[in-house]
């Protein structure tokens, strides 16, 4: 329970912080600037301003790695939020919405949603970290004082530990429908009421 929601949170917060690249330490020191999926922001230094510009279309200029990543990490967090309720339908202690499926049912479905969420968003953030890396060594490579060279940012690595709870999660409920123990009949349940052909009732005996 604990994975899953660590999980879906560290992934909606991924999208909410919005900061996967953030200015290294040598190129410029009088502002922070962080680089997301949707926005470009700036905290100055002096002033102790933030401001963020969004980004003026959300397709057509950017490069096809932030749109699959958004794609992706979108993706991932829906899916994960319908992961979790599933998963908390599969609690023992859960007693709600018990007619359709069983408990097993429900983790079982729990543990692929979970899979699809690990594996979608590892896909985003390789990806991702691909694309920021060859980015940053190419400004780098420039050597002009002062220029912006970005690396990765926070948010980048609170994805990463969603995508790594997800996984986790998954794993530990494939393992809950896997070995779960199955209650074993009762003997004397199964005899309780049984007759014989010879009409007589069966008789409990406790020794």
Not at 21 to 49: A, H, M, P, Y
Not at 114 to 132: N, P, T
């Amino acid at each position: 329970m604990l994975c899953g929601a660590f999980s879906m949170a560290t992934t909606i917060a991924s999208l909410w912080t919005d900061c996967w690249q953030i200015n290294s330490k040598g190129s410029v020191v009088l502002s922070t600037r962080c680089r997301g999926l949707w926005r470009e922001c700036v905290w100055d230094k002096f002033v102790k301003i933030w401001t963020c510009d969004v980004f003026s279309s959300y397709l057509n200029p950017h490069p096809v790695t932030v749109i699959v990543t958004r794609a992706l990490i979108i993706t991932s967090s829906i899916v994960g939020v319908v992961a979790f309720v599933c998963l908390l339908l599969g609690f023992k202690y859960f007693t709600c919405c018990q007619e359709s499926f069983t408990k097993q049912q429900y983790l079982a479905l729990s543990s692929a949603l979970y899979f699809l969420v690990g594996i979608s968003s590892a896909a985003g953030i390789i990806r991702y970290c691909v694309y920021v890396y060859y980015v940053h060594q190419y400004e780098v490579s420039l050597k002009i004082p002062g220029f912006p060279s970005f690396e990765y940012g926070y948010s980048l690595w609170i994805a990463v530990g969603g995508s790594l709870g997800a996984i986790t999660t998954a794993v530990l409920s494939c393992y809950e429908v896997l070995h779960k123990e199955k209650p074993k009949p009762d003997v004397i349940k199964e005899l309780n009421g049984r007759k014989y052909s010879h009409g007589f009732e069966a008789i409990k005996t406790y020794v």
